[in-house]
């Protein structure tokens, strides 16, 4: 869906449309309570917001200079780096390298001419991987401080609020000529599937996962895109696509293979 709106609408207008649409089906869905909360509870909301909204603004807009494969790799600098800080064992490590290794052969970033990457395009992608390591873990903590996903709710209005100027800014260049019934139909669809969905449920996993582990596991994004790629849209994977979903699995597995055991008597 993301695909065949940005062409319509622009990168700008696709992100604010999807985070408006988003942040009114939480808000209905979660009815946070905005009395009685902390500073320090407040201060997770606002970081959560900006790092979720930039994430999403800096990302689309990587499209517009870089193929996807090798955005998406250098966005998942990110989470891999957060998972490299956040590792206190020597398995933990290895996990990260190999999925490093295996969402770089899974996008084919090595394929592409340096002499075809933009720099624009490199810096956005930069930036939305920094703010998808500080989202993993200020999601963390907005779980763990609000009930449900009343602090996810309330972080993209924060998100929102940040974006709409830059996003009203390019959105009033192109005009709104194209924002049809279909625009808004597809824009619907891409914040459930988007931003609703996995956002909640990223949320609820980050309270029982460690950030370093939910960070190595995003690794598998690329694999399973890759696979629908197979299933969905006919698209053939190569022998070094297939290497590195292997590498990309493997490291799930170390990750998860060796987890602290439970104390006697616990649920």
């Not at 830059?166 to 279909?182: K, N, P």
């Not at 669809?189 to 909640?200: D, E, T």
């Amino acid at each position: 869906m993301a695909a065949t709106l940005v062409p319509e609408i622009g990168a700008a207008g696709s992100v604010l449309l999807r985070l408006v649409i988003a942040t009114a089906l939480l808000l209905l869905v979660a009815r946070p309570r905005w009395r009685g909360h902390a500073r320090r509870d407040w201060g997770t909301i606002i970081a959560f917001g900006l790092a979720t909204g930039f994430m999403n603004f800096a990302f689309y807009g990587a499209l517009g200079h870089l193929p996807i494969g090798v955005a998406v790799t250098i966005e998942f600098l990110g989470p891999l780096t957060l998972a490299t800080v956040l590792s206190r064992r020597p398995r933990d490590l290895l996990a990260v390298a190999a999925a490093g290794v295996g969402v770089v052969l899974i996008s084919q970033a090595l394929s592409i001419p340096l002499a075809e990457l933009e720099l624009t395009g490199i810096v956005l992608a930069l930036l939305a991987g920094v703010c998808w390591a500080l989202y993993i873990v200020f999601s963390g903590r907005a779980g763990a401080a609000f009930p449900g996903i009343e602090g996810l709710a309330m972080s993209m209005v924060v998100a929102t609020v940040a974006i709409a100027p830059f996003a009203l800014l390019d959105v009033s260049r192109h005009g709104t000529a194209g924002w049809d019934g279909d625009v808004l139909l597809k824009g619907l669809g891409i914040a459930v599937l988007s931003s609703v969905l996995p956002y909640s449920l990223e949320l609820l996993a980050l309270r029982r996962l460690s950030a370093g582990v939910f960070g190595i596991l995003l690794s598998l994004e690329p694999a399973v895109a890759a696979f629908a790629g197979l299933l969905v849209l006919g698209q053939t994977l190569g022998g070094v696509q297939l290497v590195g979903m292997a590498l990309v699995v493997t490291a799930s597995a170390l990750v998860m293979g060796h987890r602290p055991a439970r104390a006697k008597g616990a649920g």
